[in-house]
């Protein structure tokens, strides 16, 4: 795997009430807008897909949510789901983009009906795959048992603890549920992705939990049964959200419901059909920031290590990294340093995003 395979379209950074937004765009210029939410916990990379679906009709932009990828966190301490949908609107702002189609997976679907909700005159459209409607028992066994951050310590074990926690996501849901009712039925996913996924994870760290608890906390059956906006909402037969379309059992005229089984390309060309039907206006202006962007990281190539499918390549590539100061150093404060938990840690995430690309 290269280098910047697992990214597409251009990257950009802009600034949002003060607090640094990362995204990606593609697609045509001067076009109708559609602006992609992604999900927990993630970045505007995941969607690589979506993103190819639509670029030959619009202007697609996806942001890195707050917390998330390279987004800086929101000033509040617990947002909501209504704090990252002001964020999005913002970010429309930014762009001077007046209306556009809102295409959000999972949290990013909540946040998108939020959206809709606050500002349904800057909402052309939307289409939200995998939309959460969470029973009481749910909701409470989330917020206490879902988000969890594992310190950085000395041996750098916390990093196979990482490792398996994303492995874990991919095979029960919740991931902390190892019944065979919370088993997914899912393909292997690949490695990259699965590179991808850590990249992501290291990079938001201990951030990444605010937009999960404001999509846990979100009652999912507030929206789609007012909303005036155009709304497609569907999920595929693999989706452990698939199951809760059927909870939306009150539904305004405006939405459709549609199970799209396994068929992704069939599910993308509705998706693209539904924001076309009701497309938006274009972005009338740039606001890249050059300098902000290249503020937001600094990847740093290790070499000596290559990725595997158990894991193990981070306790060698962690190894690797703590023996440069137990070797190199020749005063006490220089080898507490390089020796530190947190900034072994930053220096394994630049070497992962090094490889992976941002």
Request: glycine share 8%; with cysteine; aromatic share 8%.
């Amino acid at each position: 795997m290269s280098v910047g395979a697992l990214c597409w379209g251009a990257r950009g950074a802009l600034a949002v009430d003060g607090r640094a937004v990362h995204y990606r765009r593609a697609g045509q210029t001067g076009a109708p807008a559609v602006l992609l939410l992604h999900g927990s916990p993630e970045s505007a990379s995941a969607l690589q897909g979506v993103a190819a679906a639509l670029e030959d009709r619009f202007d697609v932009i996806a942001i890195d949510t707050p917390g998330n990828g390279l987004s800086e966190p929101l000033a509040e301490p617990q947002p909501d789901s209504e704090a990252f949908a002001r964020h999005a609107l913002a970010v429309l702002d930014a762009f001077g983009i007046e209306r556009a189609g809102l295409y959000g997976f999972h949290t990013g679907a909540g946040t998108a009906m939020c959206a809709a909700l606050i500002a349904p005159e800057r909402i052309s459209a939307l289409a939200l795959d995998g939309y959460a409607v969470w029973t009481d028992a749910e909701r409470e066994a989330l917020l206490s048992e879902y988000c969890v951050v594992y310190e950085p310590v000395w041996d750098g074990s916390h990093l196979a603890r990482i490792w398996a926690r994303l492995e874990e996501q991919l095979i029960f849901f919740p991931w902390h549920d190892r019944r065979l009712a919370a088993r997914m039925d899912l393909p292997p996913t690949p490695l990259a992705t699965r590179l991808r996924r850590l990249r992501d994870w290291l990079t938001a760290w201990d951030s990444y939990p605010a937009a999960y608890f404001s999509a846990f906390r979100r009652r999912g059956e507030v929206g789609p049964d007012r909303t005036e906006v155009p709304t497609l909402i569907g999920a595929m037969a693999r989706d452990p959200l698939g199951a809760h379309l059927d909870r939306l059992t009150d539904v305004s005229r405006a939405v459709r419901l549609q199970h799209w089984g396994e068929d992704r390309v069939r599910a993308l060309s509705e998706i693209a059909d539904h924001l076309s039907a009701h497309p938006g206006s274009p972005a009338t202006r740039d606001p890249q920031d050059a300098g902000l962007l290249e503020s937001l990281a600094a990847p740093r190539a290790v070499e000596g290590w290559a990725p595997d499918g158990h894991g193990g390549f981070l306790l060698q590539l962690w190894k690797q990294l703590r023996e440069d100061p137990l070797s190199s150093a020749t005063r006490e404060a220089e080898l507490a340093d390089g020796l530190d938990p947190l900034r072994l840690h930053a220096r394994v995430t630049a070497a992962i995003q090094a490889h992976t690309g941002l």
